[in-house]
């Protein structure tokens, strides 16, 4: 699933030129974290998995904050797409 996500997003050009961007980050994030969930589903007691899965999701938090503070559209464009949080109308 996120892998079409992240091809219908990006284009092929725009991988190999915006790999850096924050979006991008996100978005090898979130596909890091379904590869890792699933596997923790067959391997309960796999602990430095856990561990690692803790890490990435942090630092996928801290980028979230951080482009909703720099650019909230595309936050916002990026939340409805992964369906990661619930989106707050004001």
């Keep these: ?5 992240l091809s219908s997003v990006f284009s092929q050009e725009e991988k190999k030129k915006n790999k850096g961007s924050i979006e991008f980050q996100i978005l090898s994030l979130t596909n890091k974290i379904c590869k890792l969930t699933s596997h923790l589903e067959l391997h309960k007691k796999d602990f430095l998995s856990q561990k690692g899965l803790r890490k990435i999701l942090g630092k996928r938090q801290r980028l979230l904050v951080y482009l909703s503070k720099k650019n909230r559209r595309s936050y916002n464009k ?4 992964l369906d990661i949080r619930e989106s707050k109308t004001n």
Aim: aromatic share 12%; charged share 20%; hydrophobic share 55%.
């Design 1 to 5: 699933m996120i892998k079409y996500l």
């Design 78 to 81: 990026i939340i409805g797409e």
